[in-house]
């Protein structure tokens, strides 16, 4: 069964740092591209950080540019977000979403999804 199943979550200050993981199974990650999207309350779903199948290329929202950071071990089939100097306004549902192939993370091209994991940033 194929599954995406994103961890990491929580109740984080503003100036925090989390670490959000995708594990995927069922299928070889090495092969898929991996995005990250969010939902804040009330706000549509975007895209936050995207890394390529082959060559690891990585691209980012302008919101998180310089603050967020994605990776991935494929030995490990997990994709990794990790996230410094959070702001409330990172406050979101985080999801993890791949595509076979590809270099970008379309939202709509995404053919698996994560349930998402609550990010929270308050003091």
């Known amino acids: 069964q194929l599954q995406l199943v994103e961890s990491g979550g929580g109740l984080v200050q503003p100036g925090g740092s989390l670490r959000l993981s995708c594990a995927a199974s069922?299928?070889?990650?090495?092969?898929?591209?991996i995005g990250w999207f969010r939902q804040a309350p009330g706000k549509e779903r975007e895209g936050v950080s995207c890394i390529s199948s082959v060559g690891g290329s990585t691209n980012y929202a302008e919101s998180v540019k310089g603050r967020f950071t994605i990776s991935r071990d494929n030995a490990k089939s997990t994709v990794y977000l990790q996230m410094n100097s959070l702001k409330p306004e990172d406050t979101a549902v985080y999801y993890c979403?791949?595509?076979?192939?590809?270099?970008?993370?379309?939202?709509?091209?995404?053919?698996?999804w994560g349930k998402g994991t609550l990010v929270t940033v308050s003091s």
């Open positions: 979403a791949a595509l076979f192939g590809g270099r970008r993370c379309p939202e709509n091209a995404m053919l698996y």
């Open positions: 069922g299928f070889t990650l090495d092969y898929y591209t």
